[in-house]
T-cell receptor, first 113, second 114 residues
Framework: EAQVTQNPRYLITVTGKKLTVTCSQN?????MSWYRQDPGLGLRQIYY???????DKGDVPEGYKVSRKEKRNFPLILESPSPNQTSLYFC????????????FGNGTRLTVT | DQQVKQNSPSLSVQEGRISILNCDYT??????FLWYKKYPAEGPTFLIS?????DKNEDGRFTVFLNKSAKHLSLHIVPSQPGDSAVYFCAASAITGANSKLTFGKGITLSVRP
């Protein structure tokens, strides 16, 4: 089954404790991205990657890092999480065809206390 | 400054009736528009799209209308079904198919009453 898999689904952590949210897709997609969803703000892009070793900032990249060492994986790293990073995070992927829609994972709900 | 606006946070309609979800945009460079649907505890899923060269695109019960002069698009669902109850996100891009440049609205929660 074609899918984008995020782990963990839920995470509670404390301020300053480094964490990684993993994202993997099995569709051989070139493009991958991370979004956060907050009440009243919709979906905002954090980082994206057009292909292996190619990453770029989205609209809200502060406090986040990403890497794209393999085509299927695109982890999101919070080196020193803060309470304002409490949010619902989505990973997404698509092929680089012009009309290809995004495929989203089921989300990771992160709480930073 | 929000470039894609979904000003109504929620909409409630009776099963079998039409649902009309509205979306406005401010960036005149946007030329590709999409709707995504999201159920609780799941990620958004693609629903329908429209290019600026068209004013209408239809897929089964779902039709998207685009009014470029008014910078307005709408999603019509006819007939509405209880399974359509979800959050609907409008998204826009200045480059057709460039997912890296998608801008999303805040979303509208649709409730379809049996």
């Amino acid at each position: 089954e074609a899918q984008v898999t995020q782990n963990p689904r839920y995470l509670i952590t404390v301020t300053g404790k480094k964490l990684t949210v993993t994202c993997s897709q099995n569709m051989n997609h070139e493009y991958m991205s991370w979004y956060r969803q907050d009440p009243g703000l919709g979906l905002r892009q954090i980082y994206y990657s057009m292909n292996v070793e190619v990453t770029d900032k989205g609209d809200v990249p502060e406090g986040y890092k990403v890497s794209r060492k393999e085509k299927r994986n695109f982890p999101l790293i919070l080196e020193s999480p803060s309470p304002n990073q409490t949010s619902l995070y989505f990973c997404a992927s698509s092929s680089d065809r012009g009309d290809s829609p995004l495929h989203f994972g089921n989300g990771t709900r992160l709480t930073v206390t | 400054d929000q470039q894609v606006k979904q000003n109504s946070p929620s909409l409630s309609v009776q099963e079998g009736r039409i649902s009309i979800l509205n979306c406005d945009y401010t960036n005149s460079m946007f030329d590709y528009f999409l709707w995504y649907k999201k159920y609780p505890a799941e990620g958004p899923t693609f629903l329908i799209s429209i290019s600026s060269i068209k004013d209408k695109n239809e897929d089964g019960r779902f039709t998207v209308f685009l009014n470029k002069s008014a910078k307005h698009l709408s999603l019509h669902i006819v007939p509405s079904q209880p399974g359509d109850s979800a959050v609907y996100f409008c998204a826009a891009s200045a480059i057709t198919g460039a997912n890296s440049k998608l801008t999303f609205g805040k979303g509208i929660t649709l409730s379809v009453r049996p």
